[in-house]
Protein backbone atom coordinates (compact mmCIF):
# COMPACT_ATOMS: atom_id res chain seq x y z
CA UNK A 1 0.00 0.00 0.00
CA UNK A 2 2.66 2.47 1.00
CA UNK A 3 4.62 1.30 -2.40
CA UNK A 4 1.46 2.44 -4.64
CA UNK A 5 0.89 5.31 -2.49
CA UNK A 6 4.46 6.53 -3.69
CA UNK A 7 4.04 5.46 -7.09
CA UNK A 8 0.80 7.69 -7.97
CA UNK A 9 2.56 10.48 -6.14
CA UNK A 10 5.54 10.02 -8.32
CA UNK A 11 4.02 9.67 -11.33
CA UNK A 12 2.30 13.05 -10.86
CA UNK A 13 5.07 14.81 -10.37
CA UNK A 14 6.65 13.01 -13.11
CA UNK A 15 3.95 13.98 -15.73
CA UNK A 16 4.06 17.12 -14.31
CA UNK A 17 7.69 17.66 -15.15
CA UNK A 18 7.18 16.28 -18.56
CA UNK A 19 3.97 18.71 -19.39
CA UNK A 20 6.02 21.58 -18.38
CA UNK A 21 8.86 20.63 -20.44
CA UNK A 22 6.96 19.83 -23.59
CA UNK A 23 3.80 21.69 -23.83
CA UNK A 24 4.64 25.54 -25.54
CA UNK A 25 4.26 28.28 -23.69
CA UNK A 26 0.93 29.58 -24.96
CA UNK A 27 -0.65 26.11 -23.15
CA UNK A 28 1.60 26.59 -20.04
CA UNK A 29 -0.16 30.62 -20.27
CA UNK A 30 -3.38 28.96 -20.23
CA UNK A 31 -3.11 26.48 -17.71
CA UNK A 32 -1.65 28.70 -15.52
CA UNK A 33 -4.52 31.15 -15.90
CA UNK A 34 -7.26 28.26 -15.15
CA UNK A 35 -5.16 27.23 -12.35
CA UNK A 36 -4.74 30.64 -10.85
CA UNK A 37 -8.62 31.10 -11.50
CA UNK A 38 -9.69 28.34 -9.62
CA UNK A 39 -7.50 29.03 -6.91
CA UNK A 40 -9.44 32.16 -6.27
CA UNK A 41 -12.87 30.35 -6.77
CA UNK A 42 -11.72 27.80 -4.27
CA UNK A 43 -10.74 30.02 -1.64
CA UNK A 44 -13.55 32.20 -2.65
CA UNK A 45 -16.35 29.66 -2.12
CA UNK A 46 -14.65 27.83 1.05
CA UNK A 47 -14.53 31.09 2.40
CA UNK A 48 -18.16 32.10 1.87
CA UNK A 49 -19.67 28.43 2.68
CA UNK A 50 -17.45 29.16 6.25
CA UNK A 51 -19.52 32.34 6.53
CA UNK A 52 -22.56 30.97 5.96
CA UNK A 53 -22.02 27.93 8.40
CA UNK A 54 -21.30 30.65 11.41
CA UNK A 55 -24.43 32.69 10.48
CA UNK A 56 -26.83 29.23 9.97
CA UNK A 57 -29.24 30.45 13.13
CA UNK A 58 -29.42 34.02 11.69
CA UNK A 59 -30.38 33.26 7.46
CA UNK A 60 -32.65 30.73 9.47
CA UNK A 61 -34.49 31.98 11.65
CA UNK A 62 -37.93 30.19 13.24
CA UNK A 63 -39.72 33.06 12.89
CA UNK A 64 -39.05 32.62 8.69
CA UNK A 65 -39.66 28.75 8.83
CA UNK A 66 -43.41 29.10 10.36
CA UNK A 67 -44.01 32.09 7.65
CA UNK A 68 -42.80 30.04 4.93
CA UNK A 69 -45.12 27.16 6.34
CA UNK A 70 -47.90 29.32 6.02
CA UNK A 71 -47.90 31.14 2.86
CA UNK A 72 -47.04 28.11 1.49
CA UNK A 73 -49.47 24.93 2.94
CA UNK A 74 -50.87 24.14 -0.41
CA UNK A 75 -47.45 23.07 -1.15
CA UNK A 76 -47.27 20.56 0.93
CA UNK A 77 -50.41 18.29 1.07
CA UNK A 78 -50.08 15.09 2.77
CA UNK A 79 -49.97 11.88 0.37
CA UNK A 80 -51.22 9.68 3.00
CA UNK A 81 -53.39 9.43 6.55
CA UNK A 82 -51.22 10.25 9.73
CA UNK A 83 -51.70 10.25 13.27
CA UNK A 84 -50.42 12.38 16.47
CA UNK A 85 -50.30 10.29 19.55
CA UNK A 86 -49.03 9.14 22.92
CA UNK A 87 -48.34 5.50 23.18
CA UNK A 88 -47.38 3.55 26.59
CA UNK A 89 -46.58 -0.58 26.05
CA UNK A 90 -46.53 -2.05 29.70
CA UNK A 91 -47.14 -6.15 30.82
CA UNK A 92 -51.07 -7.24 31.37
CA UNK A 93 -49.44 -8.36 34.60
CA UNK A 94 -48.72 -5.21 35.59
CA UNK A 95 -49.82 -4.29 39.24
CA UNK A 96 -49.83 -0.86 38.75
CA UNK A 97 -52.10 -0.73 35.20
CA UNK A 98 -54.98 0.90 36.70
CA UNK A 99 -53.14 3.51 37.58
CA UNK A 100 -51.00 4.09 34.34
CA UNK A 101 -54.20 4.10 32.42
CA UNK A 102 -55.58 6.67 34.70
CA UNK A 103 -52.58 8.97 34.63
CA UNK A 104 -51.99 8.79 31.08
CA UNK A 105 -55.80 9.68 30.44
CA UNK A 106 -55.90 12.61 32.59
CA UNK A 107 -52.36 13.82 31.63
CA UNK A 108 -51.31 16.84 34.15
CA UNK A 109 -47.85 17.55 34.86
CA UNK A 110 -47.72 15.68 38.02
CA UNK A 111 -49.20 12.51 35.93
CA UNK A 112 -46.43 12.64 33.63
CA UNK A 113 -43.65 12.94 36.07
CA UNK A 114 -45.31 10.37 37.85
CA UNK A 115 -45.07 8.26 34.33
CA UNK A 116 -41.65 9.27 33.70
CA UNK A 117 -40.62 8.10 36.61
CA UNK A 118 -41.70 4.78 35.75
CA UNK A 119 -40.98 4.53 32.20
CA UNK A 120 -37.82 2.02 32.66
CA UNK A 121 -40.96 -0.68 33.57
CA UNK A 122 -42.84 0.03 30.36
CA UNK A 123 -41.92 -1.83 26.68
CA UNK A 124 -43.04 1.21 24.94
CA UNK A 125 -43.24 5.03 25.72
CA UNK A 126 -43.86 8.24 24.00
CA UNK A 127 -45.90 10.74 26.46
CA UNK A 128 -45.54 13.48 24.31
CA UNK A 129 -48.39 15.04 22.12
CA UNK A 130 -46.57 16.63 19.31
CA UNK A 131 -45.27 13.52 17.44
CA UNK A 132 -46.76 13.03 14.15
CA UNK A 133 -46.53 9.40 12.41
CA UNK A 134 -47.22 7.97 9.29
CA UNK A 135 -48.34 4.23 9.70
CA UNK A 136 -44.65 3.42 8.41
CA UNK A 137 -43.51 5.27 11.29
CA UNK A 138 -45.51 4.04 13.34
CA UNK A 139 -44.99 0.59 12.39
CA UNK A 140 -41.51 1.36 13.45
CA UNK A 141 -41.65 2.95 16.48
CA UNK A 142 -44.21 0.79 18.16
CA UNK A 143 -43.47 -2.07 16.13
CA UNK A 144 -45.61 -4.55 18.80
CA UNK A 145 -49.10 -2.68 18.52
CA UNK A 146 -51.12 -3.99 15.70
CA UNK A 147 -51.96 -1.24 12.99
CA UNK A 148 -53.42 -3.38 10.54
CA UNK A 149 -56.29 -1.28 10.99
CA UNK A 150 -54.25 2.55 11.15
CA UNK A 151 -57.40 4.18 9.83
CA UNK A 152 -59.63 3.00 13.05
CA UNK A 153 -56.98 5.35 14.91
CA UNK A 154 -57.91 8.47 12.84
CA UNK A 155 -59.90 10.20 15.74
CA UNK A 156 -59.16 13.31 17.96
CA UNK A 157 -58.76 13.28 21.43
CA UNK A 158 -59.59 9.85 21.54
CA UNK A 159 -58.08 6.98 24.13
CA UNK A 160 -57.78 3.11 22.69
CA UNK A 161 -56.73 0.14 24.95
CA UNK A 162 -55.09 -2.23 23.08
CA UNK A 163 -53.86 -5.37 24.36
CA UNK A 164 -52.59 -8.91 22.98
CA UNK A 165 -51.18 -12.58 25.07
CA UNK A 166 -48.77 -11.01 26.94
CA UNK A 167 -48.95 -7.16 26.73
CA UNK A 168 -51.45 -3.93 26.85
CA UNK A 169 -50.88 -0.88 25.25
CA UNK A 170 -52.62 2.89 26.05
CA UNK A 171 -52.37 4.88 22.66
CA UNK A 172 -53.89 8.65 23.18
CA UNK A 173 -54.82 10.35 19.51
CA UNK A 174 -54.00 14.24 19.85
CA UNK A 175 -55.07 15.04 16.31
CA UNK A 176 -55.06 13.79 12.75
CA UNK A 177 -55.10 14.56 9.13
CA UNK A 178 -55.80 13.11 6.38
CA UNK A 179 -54.75 12.41 3.00
CA UNK A 180 -54.79 15.47 0.77
CA UNK A 181 -55.15 17.97 3.72
CA UNK A 182 -52.26 19.91 4.45
CA UNK A 183 -49.33 18.74 6.01
CA UNK A 184 -48.79 19.43 9.87
CA UNK A 185 -45.86 21.82 10.30
CA UNK A 186 -43.75 18.90 12.41
CA UNK A 187 -43.91 16.61 9.95
CA UNK A 188 -42.64 19.31 6.75
CA UNK A 189 -40.56 21.52 9.23
CA UNK A 190 -36.90 20.14 8.25
CA UNK A 191 -37.79 20.15 4.81
CA UNK A 192 -39.19 24.01 5.11
CA UNK A 193 -35.55 24.86 6.92
CA UNK A 194 -33.32 23.21 3.97
CA UNK A 195 -35.71 25.19 1.28
CA UNK A 196 -35.47 28.66 3.72
CA UNK A 197 -31.62 28.02 4.28
CA UNK A 198 -31.07 27.84 0.59
CA UNK A 199 -32.98 30.85 -0.08
CA UNK A 200 -31.45 33.17 2.05
CA UNK A 201 -27.64 31.20 1.31
CA UNK A 202 -28.74 32.75 -2.01
CA UNK A 203 -29.91 35.92 -0.91
CA UNK A 204 -26.60 36.10 1.65
CA UNK A 205 -24.27 35.30 -0.69
CA UNK A 206 -25.77 37.62 -3.76
CA UNK A 207 -25.37 40.82 -0.86
CA UNK A 208 -21.87 39.77 0.39
CA UNK A 209 -20.78 40.06 -3.11
CA UNK A 210 -22.21 43.44 -3.58
CA UNK A 211 -20.90 44.64 -0.33
CA UNK A 212 -17.52 43.30 -1.01
CA UNK A 213 -16.99 45.55 -3.80
CA UNK A 214 -18.35 48.90 -2.10
CA UNK A 215 -16.04 47.89 0.71
CA UNK A 216 -12.84 47.65 -0.87
CA UNK A 217 -14.10 50.97 -3.08
CA UNK A 218 -14.72 52.72 0.22
CA UNK A 219 -11.31 51.74 1.73
CA UNK A 220 -9.63 52.11 -1.27
CA UNK A 221 -8.28 48.79 -1.74
CA UNK A 222 -10.28 48.70 -5.26
CA UNK A 223 -10.28 51.48 -7.93
CA UNK A 224 -11.49 51.17 -11.77
CA UNK A 225 -9.42 53.47 -13.69
CA UNK A 226 -10.95 55.34 -16.88
Known sequence: MSQNAINIWAKKQLLYDQAVFNLDQSSQTALNALVEDYRLDLWGRTYKESLVKSLIDTIVDTLLVQAYYKKNQSNFSLTEN???ARVIGLSKSALNLTDVK?????????????????????????N????????????????????????DYLKKSQFFFIEDSFEVYLLWVSD??????????????????????????LEFI????????????????????P
Do not use: G, H, M
Open 102 to 126: FRFQRNQEEDKRYLDSLRIQFTSYQ
Open 206 to 225: KQFDQEILQDAIQANKFEIY
Open 82 to 84: VLQ
Open 128 to 151: KDSIWYTKRSFQEQFPSIPVLDFD
Open 176 to 201: YRLRNEYAPFQLVENTIRKIVFNQSK
